[in-house]
């Protein structure tokens, strides 16, 4: 007992602590003899104090391997006592299977044939670094994404038209958490609409605020007219077409897509929408907002739609400001310089500070060579002396510039060759 522990050991207390000196090493295990290690479990059941032995081990290693994912661990403990122990007299326990069963295979392969590969990457995967890691300044690097909006809208000119749900691309710098650019369309996602977000964020805000009654804003407020040198998106049909080609070609921006499945790798474009799609939720609420909870008596929130895509997108365009102006961001790294300079982690005093410094690498473009630029092409269009073959009609040039090109073009091609053209779609 302890009393008789305690005083024949000279009445001392650390004499209850446990005898640490007769175990082995951690990390290391102990030889295996004919006897059970640990504890007898049962003196009357024999088979109950199993040796675990090479051969068992590599059994219930492959075991567990191939039967927890689908069976569990109790039905692949089953199925193992059927496979190899049905005709011996002593068996593991089903304790010894899980511990033995873990122990022996590797903790992240048990994840990933439970959950599965893409999941396992996608939620359990363990970060080593921050996306932040590599960035040095504003403009290194813009990530951009694209959701669809939690709200039904109405025609623009017929309030009684139904459209639907608009498509939302958001731009936002590593650097600063600054939310560059966006755009909100009534259609599906595209380059056009992808297009219209990167041009955006490389012009000023100050005529966008005038077309939606912002008057009280200035250019201050969302100072950011540049582009970057890099853009990071996911693997979305507009980023890899021939059409985004016209980005790093004609804006020598470098256009990076993510992995598939692999949201972390964008999680700053990724929180910032979310974020700003939960926060403007509270003023379209019974205006069109979809609205959470079972399908079968949630009500149909189309019938409530009274805003156009541009009333929803002054609510955006607000809640960014905010965003921007006014919210830090949670959990930043700030540099050694930023602390002496006493640099808060709200994105625009980041974003101004980084200016300041001369870091990054922020280019500007004038706003019509921007938007030409940016335009989607076409592939392989014919031309000849009446004009161009394009969507099935045949288009001609009203400008003498545009006259001026095709003749040169019929100087140094023969009719029928085919040619590159840039258009708006609209």
């Known amino acids: 007992t302890y009393i008789d522990k305690y005083l024949s050991g000279g009445k001392h207390i650390d004499l209850f602590l446990p ?16 006897v059970k290690l640990g504890r007898s479990i049962s003196r009357l059941d024999s088979s109950a104090n199993f040796v675990m032995t090479s051969e068992a081990k ?11 994912k689908k069976n569990g661990k109790v039905g692949a403990y089953e199925l193992m006592l059927q496979k190899n122990y049905l005709k011996r007299k002593s068996k ?59 709200t039904y809208t109405v025609s623009l000119k017929f309030q009684h038209k139904y459209l639907g749900r608009c498509t939302l691309y958001l731009v936002c ?37 005038k077309e939606l009654g912002l008057n009280d804003f200035t250019y201050e407020t969302w100072p950011c007219d540049y582009m970057p040198f890099r853009i990071l998106c996911d693997r979305g049909p507009e980023f890899v077409s021939y059409m985004s080609e016209s980005i790093p070609n004609n804006l ?10 692999s949201p972390h790798l964008k999680a700053i474009i990724e929180r910032a929408i979310r974020t700003l799609l939960t926060k403007i939720e509270g003023k379209l609420y019974g205006h069109g907002l979809i ?49 002496e300079d006493n640099v808060p982690t709200i994105p625009i005093h980041l974003w101004n500070w980084g200016i300041s410094k001369g870091i990054g690498s922020l280019r500007r473009f004038e706003k019509s060579e921007l938007w030409i630029k940016l335009l989607p092409t076409e592939k392989d269009v014919t031309f000849n002396k009446v004009g161009y073959l394009f ?9 003498s510039k545009g006259e001026l090109i095709r003749e040169r073009l019929l100087a140094t091609k023969k009719q029928g060759d085919k040619v590159t053209i840039s258009y708006n779609p609209t």
Not at 19 to 34: D, F, V
């Open 19 to 34: 005898n640490y000196s007769n175990c082995g090493l951690r990390g290391k295990q102990k030889k295996q003899g004919k």
């Open 58 to 68: 590599e059994i219930i290693s492959d075991a567990y391997k191939l039967y927890v």
């Open 92 to 150: 593991p326990t089903l304790s010894q299977f899980k511990y033995w069963g873990s122990l022996l295979n590797d903790p992240v392969e048990i994840k990933k044939s439970k959950h599965g590969s893409i999941v396992y990457n996608k939620d359990l995967k363990p970060l080593k670094s921050t996306v932040r890691q590599d960035i040095f300044g504003p403009g290194s690097e813009y990530m951009m994404d694209s959701t669809k909006d939690n």
């Open 173 to 209: 710098d590593v650097f600063s958490g600054m939310v560059t650019g966006f755009s909100l369309t009534p259609d599906n996602a595209s380059y056009y609409s992808a297009a219209l977000a990167i041009y955006n964020a490389g012009v000023n805000k100050e005529e966008l605020f």
């Open 252 to 261: 020598d921006i470098e256009l990076n897509n993510t992995p598939p499945y």
């Open 291 to 339: 609205e959470k909870g079972p399908s079968r008596i949630s009500k149909d929130t189309r019938k409530e739609a009274i805003l156009n895509y541009k009333d929803i997108q002054k609510i955006i365009v607000l809640e960014i400001l905010k965003h921007n102006n006014t919210n830090p961001i949670e959990g930043y790294e700030r540099t050694s310089e930023m602390i």
């Open 391 to 399: 969507k099935g009609n045949r288009w001609k040039n009203a400008d």
